[in-house]
C-alpha cells in the first residue's frame, strides 16, 4: 500500500510564510485606506493655503498700483488710471495729462466712442469738442487720452504695463461710481485724479477654489481694504479707509 511521504519540519517552515501572505489583512486595508484619507486631505488643504496666498498677493499688488496711482496723479498733476482686464486677468497703470472728466453711464456719445477699451467714461473735453466740431450729427467723446506710463526720458515703464494679476487668479467683479452695474467682463478702470480724489471701488478675486477675496479702495487717500469675502457696499461712499488690512 503507497504511502505519501512524511513531510519534515524543514518543509513546513518554509511553507508557512507563503501561506499567509496570499492576500491583505483588514488591518493592513484600514491603514492603506487611513493613508489615502491623510495624504487626500493634505492635498485640500495646501491647495486652499496656496489658492489663499495667491489672492491675498493679487489684493496686495492691486492696492499698491493704487497707491502708486494716487501718489502719481498728485505728484505730476495728471489723471491716473488702473486698468483691470477681466477677460484676462490683467493689471495695468495708465496716465492722461491734466484732468479728466468722467461721462455718465446713460450719455448717448459713449456709444459712439471710438474707444478700444470697453470703459468709455474717460472724457478729455478738448478731445471731445473737437469730435462734436467734425460730426454735429453723431458727436462722440473722442478718444481717450489715456497712454502708458512713461519715463523722465519719455521712455515707457514697461513694469506699469498689463500683466497677470498672480496665476490661477481671477477677476471677477469690478464696482465704480462711474458705471451702474458691476462689471463682470471687459476692462474696468479704478480713476485718480490731481488734487488726491479717486473713486470708491471694489475688486472681487477668485481663485481655483472659488474663494473670494475682495479689495475696497478709498477714494479720499487711495488706500485699500482687503475683505476675505465678496464685498459690496451698500453704496460707494468716500468714507475713508485709514489702513491697509490683510485678514490672512
Known amino acids: 500500500m503507497f504511502r505519501p511521504a512524511p ?92 484732468f479728466v472728466t468722467l461721462a455718465a453711464n446713460d450719455d448717448e456719445r459713449r456709444t459712439n466712442s471710438d474707444e478700444t477699451d470697453e470703459d468709455h467714461a474717460a472724457v478729455d473735453p478738448w478731445a471731445a469738442a473737437q469730435a ?36 490661477g487668479v481671477r477677476i471677477v467683479r469690478v464696482l465704480t461710481p462711474h458705471e451702474n452695474e458691476p462689471r463682470e467682463s471687459g476692462t474696468a478702470s479704478l480713476y485718480f485724479f490731481p488734487g488726491g480724489l479717486g473713486e470708491h471701488s471694489v475688486v472681487q478675486l477668485a481663485g481655483p477654489s472659488d474663494a473670494v477675496y475682495s479689495v475696497e479702495i478709498d477714494a479720499i487717500s487711495g488706500r485699500g481694504k482687503v ?12 468714507e475713508d479707509v485709514d489702513e491697509v488690512r490683510d485678514p490672512g
Open 7 to 98: 513531510i519534515s519540519s524543514e518543509t513546513r517552515a518554509t511553507r508557512r510564510p507563503h501561506a499567509s501572505r496570499e492576500g491583505f489583512t483588514l488591518i493592513e486595508i484600514m491603514v492603506v485606506i487611513m493613508l489615502i484619507a491623510l495624504f487626500a486631505g493634505g492635498a485640500t488643504i495646501g491647495l486652499r493655503a496656496l489658492t489663499k496666498s495667491r489672492l491675498r498677493q493679487a489684493c496686495m499688488t492691486i492696492i499698491a498700483a493704487s497707491r502708486y496711482a494716487y501718489d502719481r496723479a498728485i505728484i505730476e498733476g495728471s489723471t491716473t488710471r488702473i486698468a483691470l482686464n477681466l477677460d484676462r486677468g490683467t493689471i495695468a497703470i495708465e496716465e492722461a495729462p491734466g
Open 132 to 167: 462734436r466740431l467734425e460730426d454735429t450729427l453723431a458727436p462722440t467723446l473722442g478718444r481717450s487720452p489715456f497712454g502708458p506710463i512713461r519715463g523722465v526720458q519719455g521712455d515707457t515703464l514697461r513694469r506699469y504695463q498689463a500683466r497677470p494679476l498672480n496665476d
Open 227 to 238: 475683505h476675505n469675502y465678496a464685498f459690496e457696499p451698500d453704496e460707494l461712499s468716500d
